[in-house]
């Protein structure tokens, strides 16, 4: 048994049961929290309390408990992963903050400037724990739910970027996703959430193939391939355009971005492609056998309000144009009769709308 460590995993979708089968092939106690109601598949894991993975990667074991009850769920835990949609980190946040401990640390996979909110809620509610709050660009692997209590891990990512606020305690951070990711994924230090927010490749690789894509995915919902089907040549070209405007952000944002294209080689392995495209339909690619997207699939409804809405914002702040990124938070919004400039992860809901960039990139570090 390794050194006695307590895990809490915030979240039962693809990346929660993905992150409790991690976490228990190495040995370690993690309770398992389901936001939602009880249903069939609560029930089968409450009853094996067990969590496997297979495909490339082959661990797993017994799991704590599975509960609706966030106290019991982190009752005693050193680390909590938060792994839920952009949408629900303000509920769950609320419900987490009051069970909030000194030394504590939180890890919201990925984040999407999560961190910043998390803070903003923590000041205004008067919570005073001294806990660190770190945030990823993006879940480990490539997984799906194939059954209650087992994970499909289609391909894991090699590298993955980490960063926490307050800084002090990034390095103990690392050490812990490092121990438990052992031989899987390899974390890397990034210089604060602000960057992991803006390295966060599914804003370049889902909203603008979505959108450009609508009547044949109205058409074909559950036969249609994001990437095969929706990924053609020029769909590609403006892809890498609008990465261009997020390299840019990032620049004047002072962060050190990393291409799309560069990470889905540093992810999934390198090759000789030269565009998204050709990356895609690589061997490499773990994106083949995706399918089953609606015209209001997360890949929309997530990534243009709680990605694009800051990266447009921020944007603005710095005097860098980004009309691709615009673009699609604007056609969304149409299509959808919504406004995800206003319901979305705007710089006034994350509590940054007055600052600078520099008290921005200070308050992420």
Known sequence: MPDQKVFAVLGSGNGGKAF??????????????EPLEEN????????????????DVRTGGPILDITTDIAEAMKGA??????????????????????????????????????????K??????????????????????????????????????????ATTPGASN????????????????????GNVL????????????PLPALLN????????????????????????????????????????????VSTLEQLKRYYGRNDAGSILEYVESDESPYKDIVGHDVRSRYITEDAPYLLTPYVELGQKCKVEMPLTEMCVKLASLLHDRDYFGEGRNLAKLGLADKTMEEIIASGR
């Open 78 to 119: 050193d680390t909590v992963f938060v792994i839920v949609p952009s949408f629900a980190h303000e509920p769950i946040f609320s419900k987490m903050i009051p069970f909030l401990e000194d030394g504590l640390h939180i890890i919201i996979v990925p984040g999407n400037f999560g961190a910043f909110l998390l803070k």
């Open 214 to 257: 609508i009547g044949a995915i109205e058409k074909n919902p559950s036969g249609f391939r994001h990437y095969m089907d929706g990924i053609s040549p020029l769909v590609s070209q403006k892809m890498e355009e609008m990465d261009h405007e997020r390299l840019a952000l990032g620049e004047a944002c002072g962060v050190n971005l």
């Open 121 to 162: 809620m923590m000041a205004e509610r008067g919570c005073k724990a001294e806990v660190s709050i770190s945030e990823t660009a993006s879940l480990p692997y490539a997984c799906r739910t194939t059954s209650p209590c087992t994970v499909m891990i289609h391909k894991r990512k090699f590298t993955l970027k980490i």
């Open 20 to 33: 409790c089968g991690q976490i228990a092939g190495k040995g370690y106690p993690v309770r398992l929290y």
């Open 40 to 55: 069939d598949a609560f029930r089968v894991v409450k009853e094996k309390r067990e969590m496997q993975l297979v495909g």
């Open 171 to 190: 390095s103990e951070v690392l050490e812990v996703v490092n121990d438990v990711f052992e031989g899987v994924t390899e974390y890397i230090p990034s």
């Open 195 to 206: 960057e992991t927010g803006l390295d966060n490749f599914n804003s370049v690789l889902h």
